[in-house]
């Protein structure tokens, strides 16, 4: 069972283009993490957020936790192709260690 | 200062051989994690380890799986009697100490198995 469901699966878009990734779950996790993985390497620490509402920048990249802690959304704005990659998000539980993963959604930003 | 490191990064074996995988966690993480990522699927936990504290092996899939770490260093996972579906990248994390549940892993570049 997934429990974290990203949408959309696949994304190819045109370099300068807006575009918003989303991370959604049933469960409350006590942080969310959002990872960048390219083909052949492991995947890259972006960013966590922990707090219900919270809205982090990193550069073109703003990253947000809902409200309740159950969902994220990842916007990229003007993206570029060294954006290209496999964004993965994942979700840990209070009690927990383990990062529970979605699928991730693949990026292809062409120039 | 060095990230997780892991090898071989590619072992290509046959079906019923066993294998033997190698993770060297960041510098002073007590805790160290394997995932598993199979293709077209998000990562899947198999084992953690902290400290010198029982690993959690309720991820590992079947008995063929096992891992050991040494102290606070490295770890190895072995699969024994490999299955075509063991194919997939092993990752292997490192965490040190949590500030506020953040738990934030990170993770080296992989071993691609391929069982054939």
């Known amino acids: 069972t997934q429990l974290l469901e990203q949408s959309p699966q696949f994304l190819s878009i045109q370099e300068g283009e807006n575009l918003t990734v989303y991370c959604n779950s049933s469960?409350?996790?006590?942080?969310l993490q959002w990872y960048r993985q390219e083909p052949g390497e492991g995947p890259v620490l972006l960013v966590t957020?922990?707090?219900?509402?919270e809205v982090k920048k990193l550069k073109r990249l703003t990253f947000q936790f809902g409200d309740a802690r159950k969902d994220s959304s990842l916007h990229i704005t003007a993206a570029q192709p060294g954006d290209t990659g496999l964004y993965l998000c994942?979700?840990?539980?209070?009690?927990?260690?383990?990062?529970?993963f979605g699928k991730g959604t693949s990026l292809l930003v062409t120039p | 200062g060095a990230g997780v490191s892991q090898s071989p990064s590619n072992k290509v074996t046959e079906k019923g051989k066993d294998v033997e995988l190698r993770c060297d966690p960041i510098?002073?993480?007590?805790?160290l994690y394997w995932y598993r990522q199979r293709l077209g699927q998000g990562l899947e936990f198999l084992i953690y380890?902290?400290?010198?504290?029982?690993?959690?092996k309720s991820g590992l899939p079947s008995d063929r799986f096992s891992a050991e770490r040494t102290g606070e260093s490295v770890s190895t996972l072995t699969i024994q009697r490999t299955q075509q579906e063991d194919s997939a990248v092993y990752l292997c994390?490192?965490?040190?100490?949590?500030?506020?549940?953040?738990?934030?892993?990170?993770f080296g570049p992989g071993t691609r198995l391929t069982v054939l």
């Open positions: 994942a979700g840990s539980f209070p009690s927990g260690y383990a990062l529970n």
């Open positions: 380890f902290q400290g010198n504290s029982a690993p959690d």
């Open positions: 510098s002073g993480h007590t805790a």
């Open positions: 469960s409350v996790f006590s942080s």
């Open positions: 957020v922990v707090t219900g509402g």
């Open positions: 994390a490192s965490r040190g100490p949590d500030r506020e549940g953040r738990n934030e892993q990170f």
